[in-house]
């Protein structure tokens, strides 16, 4: 194949463009801001099954608080009445009398020990919305990182979109000037040769694949026409010469 040397280097300003644009893609992909929000996202699902969890807690606390706060009224009111039937003389006999006041003492220590309770319910409740007002920190704490870091990613993927428009832009016109035969064997190797299908030949190596051309090689090279398309013969990509090449 055949192709003007201007068009050859040409071609090297394809490849760059091809290479920004490949670059920018892989950047866009792997924004630190994508690992940081999965991070994020990891932990707000945890601490909102945990504040849930809390919750919940805090209201089966409150419950149980409410019954053992109406366990100890009934006991008190039940108490209240029996005082009251004592001190009226309401008690008919001896034993009634007896009974009264054997009840009015239960009901006292009843009463002492339902209290006692509602004391341990209210300091489990205590404990568990303390729980709850840390985890809703935490939680409001890690939603602003969140926000904060889609907003970060959100503007370096505009910047980046941007900037790739523009090189997609670019490249079109730089292909557009490109013979159309020279440009699908480029197109061709570069899908084969991991995104670089032309590369530059400088002091006597091969840029795409790094390696340096022997002396048959750089010979067969120096003896073909400007004109020429050359190969390089270890990774068959395009080969272009500039003044820089060595040869």
């Known amino acids: 194949m055949n192709a003007a040397p201007a068009d050859q280097i040409r071609l090297l ?5 091809d290479s920004r644009i490949q670059q920018l893609d892989h ?3 792997h924004l630190p801001e994508h690992a940081e929000l999965d991070r994020l996202n990891a932990d707000l699902t945890q601490l909102r099954d945990l504040l849930v969890a809390a919750q919940t807690e805090e209201s089966d606390t409150a419950r149980e608080q409410t ?10 009111q039940r108490a209240a009445r ?10 008919a006999s001896p034993k009634d009398l007896e009974n ?22 209210m300091e489990r409740r205590e404990t568990m919305q303390e729980r709850v007002q840390e985890l809703s920190h935490r939680l409001e704490s890690v939603q ?9 990613k959100s503007t370096a993927l505009n910047e980046l979109d941007a900037e ?7 490249r079109e016109i730089v292909a557009g000037s490109v013979p159309a035969d020279l440009l699908k064997l480029y197109d061709k190797l570069r899908s084969q040769q991991g995104g670089v299908g032309a590369a530059r030949l400088y002091q006597k190596r091969c840029e795409g694949c790094r390696l340096e051309l022997n002396i048959t090689e750089l010979g067969e090279v120096r003896a073909a026409p400007a004109d020429t398309v050359v190969r390089c013969e270890n990774c068959m990509r395009i080969l272009v010469r500039t003044a820089d090449s060595g040869l």
């Open 82 to 91: 029996d005082q009251q039937r004592l001190d009226s003389g309401a008690a």
């Open 13 to 17: 300003e394809v490849q760059a463009l």
């Open 67 to 76: 019954k053992s706060e109406q366990d100890v009224d009934q006991v008190r």
């Open 144 to 152: 602003a990182k969140a926000v904060e870091a889609e907003t970060r």
């Open 100 to 121: 009264l006041q054997r009840e009015i003492v239960s009901l006292a220590k009843r009463q002492s020990d339902l209290e006692d309770v509602v004391l341990e319910v």
């Open 164 to 170: 790739g428009s523009k090189a997609v832009k670019e």
């Open 27 to 29: 950047k866009r992909h």
